[in-house]
């Protein structure tokens, strides 16, 4: 079997933050918003087109807020943390 070859992005580490947190906020978001829409309202037809409406929204909530709280877990309470 022929190996398929990997996807790999070059850049700079100083956006390692916000690359690492759109790809959480997307991933975390299109699930959410998928489990709470067959929570709420079933497996109905259009379902495709209202999940794509609500990621969107959850996304455009998701990412900033995903920055803002990575960058104080980091910062403010990893910093405090002793590993060993």
């Known amino acids: ?4 070859p990997t996807f ?4 700079r580490r100083k956006y390692y933050r916000l690359i690492f947190t759109g790809l959480m906020a997307m991933m975390m978001s299109l699930i959410i ?10 497996l109905v037809d ?14 455009m909530v998701a990412w900033p807020s995903a920055y803002a709280c990575a960058y104080f877990v980091q910062e403010h309470v990893l910093s405090r943390i002793e590993f060993y």
């Open 46 to 59: 259009g379902f495709f087109m209202e999940l794509m409406h609500s990621w969107g929204l959850g996304f």
């Open 8 to 11: 790999r992005i070059r850049t």
């Open 33 to 42: 918003s998928g489990a709470l829409l067959l929570i709420k309202v079933g």
């Open 1 to 4: 079997m022929a190996a398929l």
